[in-house]
């Protein structure tokens, strides 16, 4: 979303190339001078920018391209002093280097005459400060949380390929959600075949009754895996031999994991639960509290998007094509935008596809009826339903209003008729 407010800028231009530790800055005057100099992410060096900032006595209008996380006290300071701070898309900042230089070589000073240039054509972008926008905690909780989500599925995938295949590699089948979490719970009490079929069939359903939990048809899974156990091809291991205790070790650090995942769906869910864009992002198909905190944390306010289109540009699902004279390419998805955004949205329409009846699995249906057995058709009416489920998004959080289910009836023709649409009750 380029900033068009200020196409010729005025005033003292500031060209910030973010780095871990020094940072290369371009000042441009008002008369064309320029002046150049690195500073530390230190507190003095910060006071030393401003006060060299405010002392010129002009409008400062400053520009950087993000880098990791570096760029945050930064500008958080530089708006907490009342300068204008924008940022530029390293997209943007590349083409524009390769054209001005006439090649791919970079270095920091080169970068930030980049910047400076491109602050000067107005190729830039607002910047909306997370914490200054109340976005902070959201982004923390949802980092945090696909963090431990990145953590829990290695774990899973090594207890599943290493750790049950020696000590117990038919029961493998009953893990079949990473949201059961009695079964980790039953294998760190009996980590192995054997500690299985040790004890008596009714010795074993009375020490495991409690930890599976309320299961329908509990006695008959308990002795289906008694059963398993005494056939099982398992090593002989020892229940309290080195090998056991390691297993025990990970199953003790993934059940750790689950109760933090938990703890932060709930505080999540504390957190966003009297929030109206929160609500209306629950009533969609196929999100739940922690794909609306995705897109809350990573899109921040969706009221400063103008169009649908914009944000559709800012999640990466806007189409782009290559086209030279009468050459054209075939229109596919740009993916420059935020991609943790279109990562959650694409989740989304995954599972409103699966489910039963909804507004987005009629779309899935109707797009790939010519050709079903067409993987290509299939990846392109998932991509088409992800981006019709960003734009109800929008729309829900920005005009406020509730989701309603909507299930359209299709021409003989193969279009879609909107007075022929027709309200029908949810089962999503």
């Not at 997209?91 to 491109?118: C, H, T």
């Not at 689950?258 to 504390?270: D, F, G, K, P």
């Not at 299930?407 to 193969?414: A, I, K, Q, R, T």
Request: proline fraction near 4%.
């Amino acid at each position: 979303m380029a900033d068009q407010s200020n196409r010729t800028p005025t005033g003292v231009l500031v060209a910030i190339d973010i780095a871990k530790r020094w940072n290369a800055v371009l000042i441009e005057f008002p008369d064309g001078k320029r002046q150049r100099f690195q500073f530390q992410h230190l507190r003095r060096d910060y006071d030393r920018l401003v006060a060299l900032l405010q002392s010129t006595g002009s409008p400062c209008r400053i520009a950087f391209e993000p880098t990791g996380v570096y760029h945050r006290t930064l500008a958080y300071r530089l708006l907490q002093e009342g300068f204008q701070v924008c940022q530029v898309s390293a997209v943007a900042g590349a083409r524009y280097r390769d054209a001005m230089f006439n090649s791919w070589d970079k270095n920091d000073p080169k970068d930030a005459q980049v910047i400076l240039e491109l602050l000067k054509q107005g190729i830039t972008q607002r910047y909306h400060d997370p914490l200054i926008n109340g976005t902070h905690d959201l982004e923390e909780i949802s980092k945090t949380y696909e963090r431990i989500s990145r953590t829990r599925t290695k774990l899973r995938h090594g207890i599943i390929t290493h750790y049950l295949p020696l000590h117990f590699p038919e029961i493998e089948r009953f893990w079949y959600s990473s949201r059961n979490d009695w079964f980790v719970r039953f294998l760190i009490q009996f980590p192995t075949a054997a500690a299985v079929s040790a004890m008596s069939r009714e010795d074993f359903i009375a020490a495991a009754w409690t930890v599976v939990g309320r299961k329908v048809g509990k006695r008959r899974q308990l002795e289906e895996i008694y059963d398993l156990a005494k056939n099982s091809v398992a090593l002989p291991l020892a229940t309290d031999s080195v090998a056991v205790e390691t297993f025990r070790l990970q199953l003790s650090r993934y059940d750790a994991l689950n109760e933090q995942r938990n703890a932060l769906e709930a505080q999540a869910h504390a957190l966003l639960k009297d929030r109206h864009d929160y609500q209306r992002l629950c009533e969609i198909p196929g999100i739940g509290p922690i794909i609306a905190l995705v897109i809350l944390a990573e899109a921040g306010d969706l009221h400063r998007f103008s169009h649908h289109r914009q944000f559709l540009k800012f999640c990466g699902l806007d189409l782009a094509k290559a086209q030279s004279g009468v050459s054209r390419g075939h229109e596919r998805l740009s993916k420059r935008g935020n991609a943790r955004l279109r990562c959650a949205l694409w989740q989304a329409s995954i599972s409103a596809i699966r489910m039963r009846e909804n507004a987005f699995r009629d779309k899935y249906t109707r797009y790939i009826a010519p050709d079903p057995e067409s993987r290509d058709r299939r990846r392109k009416a998932r991509t088409a339903v992800t981006a019709k489920l960003a734009r109800v998004a929008y729309s829900l959080v920005k005009f406020d209003r509730p989701y309603r289910g909507r299930f359209e009836v299709g021409l003989p023709s193969g279009s879609i008729s909107l007075n022929a649409a027709r309200e029908a009750n949810r089962t999503s």
